[in-house]
């Protein structure tokens, strides 16, 4: 069973940045696509970034191109999610997820096999 465990959210102001990190107990971690999602209250989980298995290929979701980067380490089995300029409508759980197909590409409808719990990032004004 793979395990993905999310950290790094926390309270910010709008404008400022943080770095969401999601650790993967999967050995094999580098053979697979990895996506970013969030959850505003009252709202659906939408997609927000993905990251093909070695990390040459990302996707973004039109609401943070320019200001999210998604990266990955393979040594780490770690993948990354830098947020800058964060707006208000930010705000919402985060959510790492793994795509079980082996070297996917996270691109337009990947489907990701595995999730983590969640982070909460606030962005206040």
């Known amino acids: 069973q793979v395990q993905l465990v999310e950290s790094g959210g926390g309270l910010v102001q709008a404008g400022g940045s943080l770095r969401l990190s999601c650790a993967a107990s999967e050995r094999t971690f580098s053979s697979y696509a990895m996506g970013w999602f969030r959850q505003a209250p009252g709202k659906e989980r939408e997609f927000v970034a993905a990251?093909?298995?070695?990390?040459?290929?990302?996707y973004y979701a039109n609401s943070v191109k320019g200001r999210f980067t998604i990266s990955r380490d393979n040594i780490k089995n770690t993948v990354y999610l830098q947020m800058n300029s964060l707006k208000l409508e930010d705000t919402g759980v985060y959510y790492c997820?793994?795509?079980?197909?082996?070297?996917?590409?996270?691109?337009?409808?990947?489907?990701?096999?595995?999730w983590g719990q969640g982070t909460q990032v606030t962005v206040s004004s």
């Open positions: 990251i093909n298995w070695s990390g040459g290929t990302t």
């Open positions: 997820a793994l795509s079980a197909v082996r070297y996917g590409t996270g691109g337009p409808g990947t489907t990701y096999d595995y």
